[in-house]
């Protein structure tokens, strides 16, 4: 069934409970099955579609603790060797990619380090992997090159050779500034190590610095976020990236919650996540920000763009390269082997480490770009129009007449329009485009 207006309102005032609430891709990944990878390998000896951009993802899964809020796949337990033989597979991965017809002679508009924690890497390490990409796939034409940062693994020295790999995006992986809060939820950096790594990285002069917080975590009260706030205005970041928490099945919080039998998480409940959102996003922009997306705000539109995101959201080709990767190519959603050594060991035999795929229909492809971009709180009627021939307003009327109801949508010439409200819901009410075989909360 489809969110109601009484389940929003419920929705909004209750406790937190596990499972996935932010959308980031369609269909859901429970759909993705191992019987179709044949379909990935079509997709990678097709030519690409005229103007169509490349971007590419790596996951370096190294981290120093795992949080307790963390769903990524992460080993805190892997030594220098074994490190750099997950490099080497990475580089054996692009490399395989890099002979394949679907690259059609492009090079990346984009690439993207995930984690995990990329600054976990030594320099050595990190300029051993981007030397080797870079022989691969050359990204001296990127408009965007990002790294996730975790301030306790950032020195001055490794900075500067991070910029000089061509990093044009420092996202830190702040989280929040209280003390408590940073080691309730186990994360591994303490709220000192911030300022000194922020100060080394404008130091060194990073075209943009992004700083991420959580609304939520454990342990966080209404002085903590407020306190959270004026300290990430103190440090005037050129992007600020700001999630309500959520537990999935896969964390260290949810094993707890199962093993004490309680179904309700010890976080912050919705209604006051989205009470923080909102006043991060009123206070930020009294600073001169400028609201983006659900979860954006930008110093300078006109300079500072997340073309990662936009790119992806816009039907973007994107090689996920790593252990459990995500990849969208030629219309065809694969990821890879989940585990190390499986990954590992296919590239040593010299065989893509693809897992499970899904090639969606035509509907859902449409659908995938209507719900990513309707997170940017406006989407275009004529876009769609042209790129799927198909009138959005009529095809799903019965979606923007909820929205409309509830107060959360407007229609401004060619866009329709959320407004705040409905940005602070907006995982929720994408819900309302799924076709019906996919509205099942425990689709993921």
Known sequence: MAVTAQQIDVFDSNETKAGNYFVSNYPPYSFWTTDRVAE?????????????????????????????????????????????????????????????PFIGGRKPKFVYFGGGTPSYLSTKQLMYLTDNMKRLLPWDEAEEVTF???????????????????????????????????????????????????????????????????????????????????????????????????????????????????????????????????????????????????????????????????????????????????????GTHYQNEHNFEPYVQKLNGGELPIYRALTPSSEEQLIRELILQSKLGHVSVGYFQKKFGVDILQEFSHAWDHMRAWGYLSEEGDELQMNREGLLRADRLVHELFLPQHRDARYA
């Open 40 to 100: 990935a390998y079509s997709a990678l000896d097709r030519a690409p579609d005229p103007g169509t951009a490349l971007g590419v993802y790596l996951h370096i899964p190294f981290c120093r603790k795992r949080c307790h809020f963390c769903y990524f796949r992460v080993y805190t337990d892997k030594n220098a060797s074994e490190i750099m033989r997950y490099l080497d597979a990475a580089v054996a991965e692009l490399e395989l990619y890099s002979k394949r």
């Open 148 to 330: 996730e940062c975790e301030p306790g693994t950032l020195t001055e020295h490794k900075l500067r050779v991070i910029k000089d790999i061509g990093v044009t995006r420092l996202s830190l992986g702040v989280e929040h500034f209280t003390e408590r809060i940073l080691k309730l939820n186990g994360r591994a950096h303490g709220a000192s190590e911030i300022d000194r790594a922020y100060g080394f990285a404008r130091g060194v002069g990073f075209p943009q610095i992004n700083i991420d917080l959580i609304a939520g975590m454990m342990g966080d009260t209404d002085e903590d976020w407020a306190y959270a706030i004026d300290r990430t205005i103190e440090l005037a970041p050129d992007s600020v990236t700001v999630y309500q928490m959520e537990i999935p099945y896969n964390t260290t919080i949810f094993a707890e919650m199962k093993t004490a039998g309680n179904d309700v998480a010890p976080v912050a409940t919705w209604a006051k996540k989205r009470d923080w959102v909102r006043l991060a996003f009123d206070r930020l922009e009294t600073q001169g920000y400028t609201v983006t997306s659900a979860y954006t705000a930008v110093k300078d539109p006109n300079k500072t763009r997340f073309t990662y995101r936009d790119e992806l959201w816009t039907g973007a080709d994107l090689v996920g390269l790593g252990v459990a990767s995500f990849s969208h190519v030629g």
